[in-house]
């Protein structure tokens, strides 16, 4: 074995001849294209983990202040939880795993509709409208990207 960087010389030994073709033999040639993940995906599931990771870090340490108060509520487990399957179903959908878009969306809608009914009752209407879209409005885009054609070509388990 040659340590150098040198390109090596085909040898006689590597070297392997073919029989000649005549003019009625066709041969045919099948491509077979390995493709990764599309970029898009890739990105998504980069933002969706780091999102899910900060909306679960949120909600577990809201509800530690407010259990220390005396105001412990479980609808911030259940935002955990929703963020736990939106990671689970990203990088399924890395995996090909069709199963993964779909954990991803139920994930979501439960998510966009615990927040959407927790906030319009308990806010001021200017505030929950704003805190609303500035949460459900990137939820909803990240939906509707991944169930974008080129993804749901891409998944095929």
């Not at 099948?30 to 990764?36: A, L, W």
Request: glycine share 6%; charged share 15%.
């Amino acid at each position: 074995m040659n340590n150098s960087l040198e390109p090596q010389k085909d040898t006689s030994n590597n070297i392997k001849f073919q029989p000649i073709e005549d003019s009625d033999q066709r041969k045919e040639v099948v491509f077979v294209e390995r493709r990764g993940a599309p970029t898009i995906l890739t990105i998504l599931v980069i933002f969706t983990i780091i999102g899910s990771l900060f909306s679960m870090g949120k909600s577990l340490l809201y509800d530690s202040i407010s259990s220390y108060f005396g105001m412990g509520d479980f609808m911030y487990y259940l935002y955990a939880a929703t963020c736990v399957g939106t990671m689970i179903g990203a990088i399924m959908m890395l995996s090909k795993k069709k199963m993964g878009l779909y954990i991803y969306s139920v994930c979501q809608a439960i998510f966009i509709l615990l927040f959407i009914l927790t906030r319009i009752p308990t806010e001021t209407e200017y505030y929950s409208t704003s805190w609303t879209l500035l949460v459900v409005l990137p939820a909803a885009i990240f939906l509707f990207l991944y169930w974008s054609k080129d993804i749901r070509n891409y998944l095929t388990k």
